[in-house]
């Protein structure tokens, strides 16, 4: 079955820099669209970053770009998400999606998206 795993959450001051990982098994992971997804305390789920399969260039949200830089080793099965300048806003929970046939205008909505992780928790003290 399909399985994402997250890796590399943690506690960080203000202005550091943290690195996620996702590993995927059980899915042709070059085909699929990856995604972040955050959710704060108290807060819907949001969306992050989101990578299509054909490598084109990540989409970002308003709050992360220029910030936060996602990349994908489709010969690793691994999404990335490099994340600095960080605030205490960015707390929260951080989740890998996947999903395929997506197109532009989807990357964003949560319920697209087929297979979930179970979350690494990113907790940015100011």
């Known amino acids: 079955q399909v399985q994402l795993k997250e890796s590399g959450g943690g506690l960080v001051q203000a202005g550091g820099s943290l690195r996620l990982s996702c590993a995927a098994s059980?899915?042709?992971?070059?085909?699929?669209?990856m995604a972040w997804f955050r959710q704060a305390p108290g807060k819907e789920r949001e969306f992050v970053a989101a990578?299509?399969?054909?490598?084109?260039?990540?989409v970002y949200s308003g709050s992360v770009k220029g910030r936060f830089t996602a990349s994908r080793d489709n010969a690793r099965n691994t999404l990335y998400l490099q994340m600095t300048s960080l605030e205490p806003e960015d707390t929260a929970v951080y989740y890998c999606?996947?999903?395929?046939?997506?197109?532009?205008?989807?990357?964003?909505?949560?319920?697209?998206?087929?297979?979930w992780g179970q979350g690494t928790q990113v907790t940015v003290s100011s």
């Open positions: 059980g899915l042709t992971f070059r085909t699929y669209t």
């Open positions: 990578f299509r399969p054909n490598n084109s260039n990540p």
């Open positions: 999606a996947a999903s395929t046939g997506l197109i532009l205008s989807s990357l964003t909505n949560e319920a697209k998206y087929l297979y």
